[in-house]
């Protein structure tokens, strides 16, 4: 049998120019290489008592040249022989950590969480660089080796300088007369950001010299009118925040805390209404840490929202935006899901199999669910709040789904009440039902104010029935939906139906029949129909196309007259589809 050869050249371009859709990952794949580095080292430290770790050694430094064009990634971790430089950085998809990681499954425990595993994130650096070079030291050893590359051809090793033990990353960018992206990644504020984003969470210091300023010494001799001065200085900093905040013990979070991440991590100024989280543990095991946001972004009803909850695997970020992680209904929902046990795809921008991201995803919208249905009971007025902010998502909820949402979604709706004068639930409605009303009424227009004037409002409300006065454009489409609510019919000893019990039907007060009207005022209506025949026949005359028909009515109390739709699509519903785009 043949082996196969490998063309490296052609998988090297393709490593290089077709995996990653974005550049700037480079950093976060060094720095996580870095880490792995130190913590090869610090689990070898573990069982062999002659390795003392200093808290420097344990520190991942980056640093930039903007004249030499250069950024380095330097880790005073294991470090490789000149061996291992070969075979690490020479065999395009082999990945010592993988085999490391492997080895000591049973052995390391929490302590080491190993990140490499596909052996190609090294190549990414030659997205940027035009040529990269590696001097490493391995820990125990004497010599240091220099690996140097420009990711075409080949790469040379040769004998090189090193004070400790640890890696050298060197990249000199390439150079970007046309945009200046490059550019970016030769700034503090660049690198910084990149950190940040990406490599917030790696357990090790990311640590970085920093400009700052400070106001000079005054002088002795400085009179009244002094103006102090200011020069700058660098400092050693670390950047990233290393412990993720979702990973530490809930008891020991302050509110507050969680608050800071809540608006740093998502750009926001107002604190978050609701904080919480899930912790999985099993064959796929998670944690997440999840905020119902204090207000409506701005754009959330706009085509550029995006929704989704930010992904972590092991420490490091791999999505923004997982959208799979969340349904629309609950698009307002913000958060981090961090998870050791994804299949990552080979880029570690996406994942391999969806179906662990949907089975997450199922779970934190159970937990969404709860934890909504807990301040609508709990705290109702910070309910009613969160309601005005994203009820209306809800509703579309049930709407768009055809109703299908309707048992998780509906008791979580708010309605205003004519005849309490407050937001009430369905639930809370239908307790309140006087003995023999059969439907739930609502009526729909633009303002409760003139809902409540409404004839036909006053009737159903005479009759001692409440009538929810709904404001808002998707709330009879979500009516409509629903068709009817309540559970199911209590059954009596030969299990037929009892009456009076069972789902209420939602009545819009403006169209149909209302079927208010006792056997008496039914008579009543008919005679007086059968009376002025010859009037209404004249009213329907004047009046042509514009009315289908001109009929008594039991519905009205005091107002002489009403307009009311013939089919299951009410004046209202027709102005708000008349409103909307083609
Ligand atoms: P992966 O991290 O998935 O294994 P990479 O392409 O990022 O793949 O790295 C390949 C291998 O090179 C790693 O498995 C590791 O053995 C070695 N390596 C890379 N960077 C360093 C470093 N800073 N220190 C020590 N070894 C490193
Ligand atoms: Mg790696």
Redesign the pocket.
């Known amino acids: 049998m043949r082996k196969f050869k490998t063309e490296s050249k052609k998988l090297l371009d393709l490593m290089i120019n077709s995996i990653y859709t974005n550049r700037e990952i480079f950093l976060r794949?060094l720095i996580?290489?870095?880490s792995?580095?130190v913590d090869k080292l610090y689990f070898r430290s573990l069982t062999d008592k002659d390795i003392q770790l200093g808290k420097d050694e344990l520190a991942i430094r980056v640093s930039y040249d903007k004249d030499a064009r250069t950024v380095t990634v330097s880790?005073s971790?294991?470090?490789?022989t000149k061996d291992?430089l070969d075979r690490?950085?020479g065999t395009i998809a082999?990945?010592?950590?993988?085999a490391f990681k492997l080895d000591n499954a049973e052995a390391q425990g929490d302590d080491v969480d190993i990140?490499?595993?596909?052996?190609?994130?090294?190549?990414s650096a030659f997205m940027v660089a035009k040529s990269v070079r590696v001097v490493?030291r391995a820990y125990g050893s004497d010599e240091a080796w220099a690996w140097e590359s420009d990711g075409v051809e080949g790469y040379s090793i040769q004998e090189a300088e090193r004070a400790g033990h640890g890696?050298d990353?060197i990249l000199t960018l390439k150079d970007d007369s046309e945009n200046d992206t490059y550019d970016t990644f030769l700034s503090e504020y660049g690198l910084k950001s990149l950190i940040k984003r990406y490599s917030n969470y790696v357990r090790y210091p990311v640590q970085m010299e920093v400009s700052k300023s400070r106001e000079k010494p005054k002088p002795e001799d400085a009179g009244d009118d002094y103006t102090p001065e200011y020069e700058t200085y660098f400092e050693l900093d670390t950047i990233n925040s290393m412990v993720p905040i979702w990973k530490r013990n809930k008891s020991e979070v302050a509110e507050e805390e969680y608050n800071e991440f809540y608006k740093t991590d998502f750009h926001d100024f107002a604190d978050p209404a609701r904080t919480f989280s899930v912790h999985a543990e099993g064959a796929l095991s998670y944690d997440a840490l999840l905020f119902i946001p204090g207000r409506a972004p701005f754009d959330l009803y706009s085509k550029d929202f995006k929704k989704g909850l930010a992904l972590y695997s092991s420490n490091v970020l791999i999505m923004e935006k997982c959208e799979e992680l969340l349904p629309d209904h609950y698009n307002f929902v913000r958060g981090v899901v961090d998870s050791q046990d994804l299949t990552l795809n080979i880029s570690r921008e996406t994942l391999q199999h969806n179906s662990q991201l949907r089975a997450i995803g199922r779970k934190i919208e159970k937990k969404i669910t709860s934890e909504l249905q807990k301040m609508r009971d709990n705290d109702r007025e910070e309910y009613e709040k969160f309601f005005e902010n994203f009820g209306r998502g809800l509703k579309f909820g049930i709407y768009t789904s055809y109703g299908m949402l309707k048992d998780q979604l509906a008791d979580l709706l708010l309605f205003y009440s004519a005849k309490q004068e407050r937001l009430v639930t369905l639930p809370e409605y239908v307790e309140a039902m006087p003995e023999g009303q059969k439907a739930i009424y609502y009526a729909a227009g633009e303002s409760i104010d003139r809902l409540g004037k409404l004839p036909v409002v006053k009737t159903v409300l005479g009759k001692g029935y409440d009538v929810l006065l709904c404001t808002q454009d998707v709330d009879e489409f979500c009516f409509q939906s629903m068709m009817t609510y309540g559970p199911e019919p209590e059954l009596d000893a030969e299990d037929k139906p009892i009456e009076g019990t069972g789902p209420k039907e939602l009545k819009n007060v403006a169209s149909g029949d209302l079927d208010l009207a006792s056997e008496e005022e039914k008579k009543e209506a008919e005679e007086a129909a059968k009376e002025n025949e010859a009037l209404f026949a004249a009213m329907k005359d004047a009046l042509g196309d514009a009315v289908t028909s001109v009929a008594v009515s039991s519905r009205l109390t005091d107002a002489p007259a009403c307009i009311s739709a013939a089919g299951p699509i009410s004046l209202e519903m027709e102005r708000i589809m008349a409103q909307m785009p083609d």
């Not at 082999?94 to 993988?98: K, N, Y």
């Not at 990140?115 to 994130?121: A, D, E, L």
């Open positions: 794949e996580s290489n870095a792995d580095a880790d971790g294991i470090g490789m291992e690490n950085l082999h990945s010592d950590s993988l990140i490499g595993q596909f052996g190609v994130g090294f190549y490493s890696t990353i």
